[in-house]
């Protein structure tokens, strides 16, 4: 089983930035989702551990960024110019075999347990 540490959330208000964290005890492919009451959960974010693809919603793209640090084996997701929409549970996932649709959180094998986001107005 992979273990996954997120840590970053909090409360900030609208326009202010936020760096959340994934720890993972292994590389694999890392998405992240969010998950707002009473929502669905949908993707945000993805990338491999190798190469330079990276994946985002449309509804962050511009604002947010993914990156990795593959000496300490954590994915990071910077989101920039917040927005009270924003707000939601996040959870980071590993993608460990089989076929990877980085958007699909079906096609992840290993969850988070997630980390709250809550941007005011």
């Known amino acids: 089983q992979v273990r996954l540490v997120e840590s970053g959330g909090g409360l900030v208000q609208a326009g202010d930035s936020l760096r959340l964290s994934c720890a993972a005890s292994e590389r694999y492919a890392v998405g992240w989702f969010r998950q707002a009451p009473g929502k669905e959960r949908e993707f945000v974010a993805a990338?491999?551990?190798?190469?330079?693809?990276?994946y985002y919603a449309d509804s962050v793209k511009g604002r947010s960024t993914i990156s990795r640090d593959n000496a300490k084996n954590t994915v990071y997701l910077q989101m920039n110019s917040l927005k009270p929409a924003d707000t939601a549970v996040y959870y980071c996932?590993?993608?460990?075999?089989?076929?990877?649709?980085?958007?699909?959180?079906?096609?992840?094998?290993?969850w988070g347990q997630g980390t709250q986001v809550t941007v005011s107005s």
């Open positions: 996932a590993v993608h460990r075999r089989g076929v990877w649709i980085p958007t699909l959180s079906s096609t992840y094998d290993s």
């Open positions: 990338m491999y551990w190798v190469g330079d693809s990276t």
